[in-house]
């Protein structure tokens, strides 16, 4: 079992940038591969960004892409969100998961894949 603690959120202007970070305790970091969701108020949680057990495979949504980055320390037990020119669309809740996958550098895209949830970190984009 791992335990997930999200940060790094706020609120920030349109273009502003933002770095969330998610903290992992517990069973070994690097044995789960991570992703980062999102949801707003009265839409469903969605994938922004996912990144294999070795941090050597990322997948990136198509509506981020090019402004959000996804990373990985594993000696640190740390994940990251790098948010560049954000929009306010990108107002949501962020959240970090972890989930299982079988090769060190496969990552899950369905959120079913995940197994271990942190409790958020609100984002706030203003126009």
């Known amino acids: 079992q791992v335990q997930l603690v999200e940060s790094g959120g706020g609120l920030v202007q349109a273009g502003g940038s933002l770095k969330l970070s998610c903290a992992a305790s517990?069973?070994?970091?690097?044995?789960?591969?991570m992703g980062w969701f999102r949801q707003a108020p009265g839409k469903e949680r969605e994938l922004v960004a996912a990144?294999?057990?070795?941090?050597?495979?990322?997948y990136i949504v198509d509506f981020v892409k090019g402004r959000f980055t996804i990373s990985r320390d594993n000696a640190k037990n740390t994940v990251y969100l790098q948010m560049n020119s954000l929009k306010p669309e990108d107002t949501a809740a962020y959240f970090c998961?972890?989930?299982?996958?079988?090769?060190?550098?496969?990552?899950?895209?369905?959120?079913?894949?995940?197994?271990?949830w942190g409790q958020g970190t609100q984002v706030t984009v203003s126009s």
């Open positions: 998961a972890a989930g299982y996958c079988a090769g060190y550098q496969c990552y899950n895209i369905n959120r079913s894949e995940y197994h271990y």
């Open positions: 990144i294999s057990r070795s941090g050597g495979s990322t």
């Open positions: 517990g069973r070994a970091f690097s044995s789960y591969a």
